[in-house]
């Protein structure tokens, strides 16, 4: 016997071996996955969603080009990086 397993008459090895691994498979998926971070990301989208419905999205199409050339996208990153850089930097006393 392979592995100290008992044959089941309806079952094959390579049944059994397959069975045995998805069993193992699926919460090993989970955890890969990570729902914490899912959860995190699924946030963010949120509270994007609800900052783009007040205003936010106005602000950003007149602040970036809107084409899509590699100039306009090269303005793009230069402006997001500026932006998140003054934003990093803030002083302590200016952070809400």
């Given at each position: 016997m392979r592995r100290g397993r008992t044959l089941s008459p309806e079952l094959?090895?390579?049944?059994?071996?397959r069975q045995s691994s998805r069993a193992h498979l699926i919460p090993g998926?989970?955890?890969?996955?990570?729902?914490?971070?899912?959860?995190?990301?699924?946030?963010?989208?949120v509270i994007?969603?609800?900052?783009g419905g007040h205003g936010l999205r106005g602000a950003v199409?007149?602040?970036?080009?809107?084409?899509?050339?590699?100039?306009?996208?090269?303005?793009?990153?230069?402006?997001?990086?500026?932006?998140?850089?003054?934003v990093n930097n803030l002083p302590p006393g200016w952070a809400c």
């Open positions: 094959t090895y390579g049944q059994l071996d998926l989970v955890r890969a996955a990570e729902p914490g971070f899912l959860l995190f990301v699924l946030g963010l989208g994007v969603a609800a900052a199409t007149s602040l970036l080009p809107g084409g899509g050339s590699l100039p306009d996208l090269l303005a793009i990153a230069a402006v997001s990086a500026l932006l998140a850089n003054l």
